[in-house]
């Protein structure tokens, strides 16, 4: 158990740093705050969205691992950014959410410079019962959407919203990943996205790329750039 919470103001800072980073089925690392949800970083020295900031190489996280970077009370969800520089696998329960009486959603980061490999078992919840939903980010350079990869963005729009930003400078997110100079993102034959949940959305970012779909998808709400 990794905690830094406060039951009188906002939650703290956790920094999880090493060269293999294993937080296993039973972990609870926590940053949980009644005004405000703190800051969790794995596999990264500080929140620099740089590559040079991150200092671990590979990052699992268990099915039955849980990270909370919520607000308990009042005040908006924290921050949760997890990086590596080969491979991070994330199968646990990330928790960014908005105070039971006010506050919005929080934000929650997977990432790695290699490849980014999501289990069947993860929770992704920004949800504010008072505020608006926060939002899950993954950002490749190239990606593709396969059936499995499809089935973890359905079940995550269910409590976030999801962004998947083919523009930055890392390679990482859902199915198979390689490093280009050129955003894409593309959705394979079969690999449908379907959300009943009205108040959360899918983005799309692959500026000065392109993105080809060859599914339905089904949500809230689609945004998708591609200039």
Same mark, same amino acid.
């Given at each position: 158990?990794?905690? %830094? ?34 800051? !969790? ?11 040079? +900031? ?7 996280? @268990?099915?039955? =691992? $849980?990270? @909370? ?7 908006? &969800? &924290?921050?949760? +950014? ?7 696998? *994330? ?17 929650? @980061?997977?990432? %790695? /410079? ?23 980010? #993954? ?6 959407? @396969? +059936?499995? =990869? ?8 269910? $409590? #976030? ?29 079969? /690999?449908?996205?379907? %959300? +009943? ?9 692959? *500026?000065?790329?392109?993105?080809? !779909? ?7 709400? *689609? ?5």
């Amino acid at each position: 158990i990794i905690e %830094s919470n406060s039951a009188a103001s906002t939650g703290g800072q956790v920094n999880i740093t090493g060269n293999e980073i294993n937080l296993t089925s039973q972990s609870q690392t926590t940053a949980t705050g009644t005004l405000g949800g703190g800051e !969790i970083l794995i596999g990264k020295s500080n929140n620099n969205s740089s590559l040079t +900031q991150v200092n671990a190489k590979k990052v699992n996280i @268990d099915k039955g =691992a $849980t990270v @909370d970077v919520s607000a308990t009370k009042n005040g908006n &969800g &924290g921050v949760i +950014q997890v990086w590596s520089e080969q491979a991070t696998v *994330v199968a646990g329960s990330l928790y960014a959410k908005g105070g039971l009486l006010s506050g919005n959603g929080g934000t929650i @980061d997977t990432s %790695s /410079a290699g490849k980014v490999s999501y289990g069947t078992g993860l929770i992704v919840d920004t949800t504010a019962p008072k505020g608006k939903i926060g939002n899950w980010i #993954t950002d490749p350079l190239e990606i593709t959407i @396969d +059936q499995t =990869a499809a089935l973890v963005i359905s079940n995550a729009l269910k $409590t #976030t919203n999801v962004t998947l930003d083919a523009t930055l400078s890392s390679c990482g997110g859902f199915g198979s990943c390689v490093q280009s100079s050129v955003p894409t993102i593309s959705f394979l034959a079969g /690999a449908d996205i379907f %959300s +009943q949940n009205q108040l959360t959305s899918l983005s799309l970012n692959a *500026v000065g790329g392109s993105i080809n !779909i060859n599914n339905n998808i089904t949500a809230g709400a *689609v945004y998708a750039v591609a200039q």
